[in-house]
């Protein structure tokens, strides 16, 4: 069986520890545990176990820990559509993500779709959609396109490395 570690990256608050959980138990907790340091969960899709790496969040104060993403083959950047500054600095995650680890499959989730404060307008959309990313409006309360996320990520993942065998 492969092994792929999958990195979820993102501001304070997002939602990273919320996606990762309604992803790999199907379920969702109310109550907001701050993620310090990393959290790593497993779950195995189509023959593949994906390692998640739930990253503690980012603020004005403090960074992620670009060390956690050594050896990532997929990222799912996290922000929240409540929040429009946290979609804003998807860019510079972009950013540190790639001078970390070079270039490797990305996936955004705009998290928090089921809220009605939600709001992505068609000019953030459109310069996240200009980056190459796969944008994902999602929800780890109903877990509305959380599959999806990481479906699309894996087959990214697995795509780069059927043409990595190849060369």
């Not at 109310?30 to 990393?38: D, H, P, Q, R, S």
Request: proline letters at 2%.
């Amino acid at each position: 069986m492969q092994k792929r570690k999958i990195c979820m990256v993102g501001d304070f608050a997002v939602g990273k520890t919320s996606l990762t959980q309604r992803f790999v138990n199907n379920s969702f907790s109310e109550k907001y545990l701050t993620t310090i340091g990393v959290k790593i969960d497993n779950v195995v899709v189509d023959d593949t176990k994906l390692i998640i790496w739930d990253v503690a969040g980012r603020d004005s104060l403090s960074p992620i820990n670009t060390n956690y993403l050594s050896g990532a083959a997929g990222i799912v950047m996290v922000a929240d559509g409540t929040r429009p500054e946290t979609v804003e600095s998807l860019h510079t995650l972009a950013e540190m993500v790639v001078e970390k680890i070079g270039q490797v499959p990305c996936v955004v989730a705009i998290n928090k779709y089921d809220h009605n404060a939600f709001k992505l307008d068609d000019e953030q959309q459109n310069k996240l959609t200009s980056q190459g990313w796969d944008i994902f409006k999602t929800s780890a309360l109903t877990g509305d396109k959380v599959p999806e996320l990481f479906q699309v990520l894996n087959n990214a993942i697995g795509a780069v490395t059927s043409v990595g065998e190849e060369a």
